[in-house]
């Protein structure tokens, strides 16, 4: 199994950035895909952004593209979400997600394992 715990969420102004962080204990954290998907509070969880097992390939909602990149360091078993350019509509608890199989990488059905979520709030 693999365990994920979200850490980096705050307040910040409009403008601003923050980096996301999502550990994951588990000796075959690199045999699974990652994804970033937020939720606001009583509704839906929604994709963010997902990353393939190596890296090389990654997948960005139309929402935050160009502001947000994800990356991963295997090495570390990290995988990071840098927000840059932050908007009030961003604001939502953020939840990190693995996926042992991959469709289409932007469906929640598709991850198997999730966080406990990090509160980001972006003031206007």
């Known amino acids: 199994q693999v365990q994920l715990v979200e850490s980096g969420g705050g307040l910040v102004q409009a403008g601003g950035s923050l980096r996301l962080s999502c550990a994951a204990s588990g000796r075959t954290f690199s045999s699974y895909a990652m994804g970033w998907f937020r939720q606001d509070p009583g509704k839906e969880r929604e994709f963010v952004a997902a990353?393939?097992?190596?890296?090389?390939?990654?997948y960005y909602a139309d929402s935050v593209k160009g502001r947000f990149t994800i990356s991963r360091d295997n090495a570390k078993n990290t995988v990071y979400l840098q927000m840059n350019s932050l908007k009030p509509e961003d604001t939502a608890v953020y939840y990190c997600a693995a996926a042992a199989g991959i469709a289409t990488m932007t469906a929640q059905d598709e991850y198997d394992y999730w966080g406990q979520g990090t509160q980001v709030t972006v003031s206007s």
């Open positions: 990353i393939s097992l190596s890296g090389g390939s990654t």
